[in-house]
């Protein structure tokens, strides 16, 4: 919270680790409005290329076209502006928000984990110190907390939402809960968790890295802020 001396000059007071949370999951939810279609165009690119090295389509088969309710004989759309093409034409600009609600659902609280896992590791690394103390190591291991507890409390609404949004190319998405019943009931409650181990592999080192830059880059810019 920030509070004002008699001179009107700002004293700032540091946010606890909760704050901090709190304050990336609201932001996360802004994020999700950005988030959402680029994560729509990716999923629907990645199937049609799985689909296409399985054998089940080939590059130069026909398919339905997306664009109409027709069934229109067309080349299967490969590219990421052919995707963005057919989207726009068979549902318009919201077409882009097919599964928002549910990257809403993971960005929320999965944001308020990261930022949390984040900030009491830097806690507990301080141990009482000044947080701005901590070395590129201790950075890098919260950071990497921060993304495992990322990926551990939303991972599978995160699939969820994949499957919501590759569903949405044919329009037989049935909803976040409607989707759920329908994985569990037909592939168990594992299948939510299929890619969980390469994801964390992928996570820590990721996130802990991009903590260090942001610590690091974020120091050398108040530094030359103060310069002036």
């Not at 000059?9 to 949370?21: G, I, K």
């Not at 088969?61 to 057919?86: I, R, Y």
Request: charge should be positive.
């Amino acid at each position: 919270m920030n509070g004002w001396t008699g001179n009107w000059s700002p004293v700032l007071c540091p946010f606890s680790d909760l704050h901090n949370a709190a304050a990336g999951s609201f932001a996360s939810a802004f994020a999700a409005l950005v988030l959402c279609p680029t994560e729509l165009v990716k999923c629907r690119l990645q199937t049609m290329y799985e689909t296409q090295m399985s054998g089940k389509i080939a590059k130069s088969q026909k398919f339905s076209c997306f664009a109409c309710c027709n069934c229109l004989s067309v080349s299967p759309p490969s590219t990421v502006w052919s995707v963005v093409k057919s989207i726009l034409r068979k549902d318009g600009p919201l077409g882009f928000y097919h599964g928002l609600s549910s990257t809403l659902l993971r960005e929320v609280p999965g944001y308020f984990f990261f930022f949390g896992g984040y900030e009491l590791s830097r806690s507990f690394f301080a141990s009482g110190r000044s947080k701005d103390e901590l070395g590129p190591v201790p950075l890098m291991l919260s950071g990497g907390v921060g993304g495992i507890c990322l990926w551990l409390a939303v991972y599978p609404v995160d699939c969820i939402k994949s499957r919501i949004q590759v569903l949405s190319m044919s329009g037989k998405q049935a909803g976040f809960l409607g989707t759920f019943i329908t994985v569990v009931r037909n592939e168990g409650i594992m299948a939510l968790y299929s890619g969980l181990k390469p994801t964390m592999i992928r996570a820590f080192p990721a996130n802990g890295a991009l903590f260090l830059a942001y610590e690091y880059s974020r120091k050398l810019m108040m530094s030359q802020f103060e310069a002036y």
